[in-house]
């Protein structure tokens, strides 16, 4: 070991003491000295990627950094690792992309009439989605990964876009879709049942407009016959008045 690989794990140490400080500055700056010594270390990569991740806001979206440096992680990482790394990378991945995305639905609702922000909206989701994509490269069926595109780009489409986006919007959350049916039956089944209800809740609604119609058009009807009944009466005793006017 050279005196640069002695260093690695003072270093490594160094990162962990600052991300339990809540420094995570800091600590990418010791991640990368590490990696400066050894690209192959597969736990600075890994580090790095999450410190990263945590230093994400609307303002600045970094998690394409972070699906950088994951990828290192699970590329450097021993072989009998490297399938458990990628489960581990990809499942933090959609953490810190559920958060972004949970913030940018907020901002949207929240400044929904100021100029500029559905657009700024939608690149957020489109730069969450692409990441999600990236991390889909290493776990191609991960559910939540799936998941997760449904509802960004289900949100998207209410931030107000362009035809040619809905499409693409539309095609990645049909490709989410067509996935997780394939791969888990608990979404298939799920969604089944979803369309059932949606179906019944639809035949209710429709049943009760029916049954409201009904009934308007039946008070509607009895006070057709009121009314009529009222003039009828006006009309007699006018009548009755103008005979009584004879005498």
């Not at 303002?59 to 490297?82: C, D, M, Q, S, Y």
């Not at 499409?167 to 394939?182: G, P, Q, S």
Request: proline letters at 2%.
């Amino acid at each position: 070991m050279n005196e640069g690989q002695s260093a690695v794990p003072n270093l490594l140490g160094m990162a962990r003491t600052a991300i339990e400080a809540r420094n995570d500055e800091e600590a990418i700056s010791y991640f990368n000295r590490v990696l400066e010594i050894d690209p192959t270390v597969s736990e600075a990569w890994l580090g790095k990627g999450r410190s990263v991740a945590r230093l994400s806001s609307l303002k600045h979206i970094r998690l394409h950094e972070t699906a950088v440096a994951f990828g290192h992680a699970i590329g450097t990482a021993p072989e009998n690792v490297r399938s458990s790394m990628a489960e581990t990378a990809i499942s933090e991945l959609v953490m810190f992309a559920t958060e972004l995305h949970k913030a940018n639905r907020l901002h949207w609702a929240k400044f929904v009439e100021v100029d500029g922000t559905s657009a700024h909206c939608v690149r957020n989701a489109f730069t969450i989605l692409d990441v999600l994509d990236a991390g889909l490269r290493w776990c191609p069926h991960f559910g939540p990964a799936l998941q997760l595109i449904m509802m960004v780009s289900g949100s998207a489409l209410a931030y107000g876009v362009s035809d040619d986006q809905a499409a693409a919007l539309e095609r990645r959350c049909d490709e989410a879709r067509a996935k997780l049916r394939a791969t888990d039956p608990s979404f298939a089944a799920a969604e089944a049942a979803a369309t059932v209800e949606a179906e019944r809740q639809a035949a209710a609604s429709a049943e009760a407009a029916t049954r409201q119609i009904a009934e308007t058009q039946a008070a509607a009807e009895r006070a057709r016959r009121v009314t009529l009944k009222h003039w009828a009466l006006l009309i007699i005793f006018v009548v009755g008045l103008a005979i009584l006017a004879r005498f």
